[in-house]
């Protein structure tokens, strides 16, 4: 299960590796782009919310989110997770990815709201301007997070990204 799959840049090398693969977005453009992109032919493409992963899609034994996270807000961080687990199997190995603050040398936080979350200004081909939410979780953070649900976490920071892998623990 792929979350937040955007133009399927990742969807392309992780659908080689699997069986069959969900991949999902909330927004209908970015899939038609994903659904050109190559080694995609086992791969079913949804349009659904991350907050409400609907039952229709099954159960998966892994599940990939890159970069997405960092588009949560704090408050909604248990929201996803818990949307994102109920189509998981307990076992399921998960994979978060996303930009490291290095990535504020070029997008600078320019707001910070009561909640804690950062925003940046992203501009467009067309000139325009855009408040987005991004969002910079620490390690302990992250893994104090995903305590409750995995002893087996794994964060890696790499040069501009950091990567986070945990097994999804039966619930009791």
Known sequence: LEVACGTGYWTQFIAPATQSMVATDATAEPLEFARLRPNTANVCFAQVDAYNIPAELGQSDGAFAGLWFSH???GSRHAFLASLHTRLTPGAR??????SEVQCRDFPIVERDDDGNTFQLRELRDSSMHRVLK????????????APFSDRIAFKMLENFWLLEYELQETS
Do not use: A, C
């Open 135 to 146: 969002n910079f979780p620490t390690e302990p953070e992250l893994t104090s997070l995903l």
């Open 72 to 74: 949560v807000p704090i």
């Open 94 to 99: 998960i994979v978060l990815l996303d930009n």
